[in-house]
């Protein structure tokens, strides 16, 4: 069955950098273009960066424009999310997805992000 796996997070300081990773298995990941999201506590979960099946082309969410950078290998079926300038507002546990017409993939656990000093 699908699987999505997300790891790398953890307790930074701001201004510090993380690189989540997001491990896909069950699904032809090198087809769909894949993205990530996140939820921040008592918010809805929202889109954070998006990369398309062979990875030439990427957008992100203006909040994080110019800070996180998206990538994938899929010959690792691995998306990763490399996030610097991280500000207190990036607190937010961070999921990956494939972009499907029929709709998303049951989500994973997610990866938890906190930045604080």
């Known amino acids: 069955q699908v699987q999505l796996v997300e790891s790398g997070g953890g307790l930074v300081q701001p201004g510090g950098s993380l690189r989540l990773s997001c491990a896909a298995s069950?699904?032809?990941?090198?087809?769909?273009?894949m993205s990530w999201y996140r939820q921040a506590p008592g918010k809805e979960r929202e889109f954070v960066a998006r990369?398309?099946?062979?990875?030439?082309?990427?957008n992100y969410a203006d909040s994080v424009k110019g800070r996180f950078t998206i990538s994938r290998d899929n010959a690792k079926n691995t998306v990763y999310l490399q996030m610097n300038s991280l500000k207190p507002e990036d607190t937010a546990v961070y999921y990956c997805?494939?972009?499907?017409?029929?709709?998303?993939?049951?989500w994973g656990q997610g990866t938890q992000v906190t930045v604080s000093s």
């Open positions: 997805n494939a972009d499907r017409p029929t709709g998303w993939f049951r």
């Open positions: 069950g699904f032809t990941f090198s087809t769909y273009p």
């Open positions: 990369i398309t099946w062979s990875g030439g082309s990427t």
